[in-house]
Nanobody, 120 residues
Framework: QVQLVESGGGLVQPDGSLRLSCAAS????????MSWYRQAPGKERVSVAF????????NYADSVKGRFTISRDNAENMVYLQMNSLKPEDTAVYYC?????????????WGQGTQVTVSS
């Protein structure tokens, strides 16, 4: 079955760093664009970063540009989010998403999320 399993979250001080990982299985990973989303308490889930199937193209939310880096390893079916210079407002549950659009058919899978808390 399809699984996306995030890991690497935790408690970190402001200006610290964390690296999130997402392990994918049960589908052809290299056929899917991958994204990281986050959801803070009482707020909507929002996109943080996206990486194309080959890894050539990436884009980021304005709030994390220059601080976060998304990457993927298609040989290992992994996607990563390196988060530097963390701020308290980065506190949220972070989710990994896989998405593919073929014609009019869209496939989308989500992980269960990992908590990131930025606090002194």
């Amino acid at each position: 079955q399809v699984q996306l399993v995030e890991s690497g979250g935790g408690l970190v001080q402001p200006d610290g760093s964390l690296r999130l990982s997402c392990a994918a299985s049960g589908f052809t990973f290299s056929d899917y664009g991958m994204s990281w989303y986050r959801q803070a308490p009482g707020k909507e889930r929002v996109s943080v970063a996206f990486i194309s199937r080959t890894g050539i193209s990436t884009n980021y939310a304005d709030s994390v540009k220059g601080r976060f880096t998304i990457s993927r390893d298609n040989a290992e079916n992994m996607v990563y989010l390196q988060m530097n210079s963390l701020k308290p407002e980065d506190t949220a549950v972070y989710y990994c998403k896989a998405a593919q659009v073929v014609g009019t058919n869209r496939s989308e899978y989500w992980g269960q999320g990992t908590q990131v808390t930025v606090s002194s």
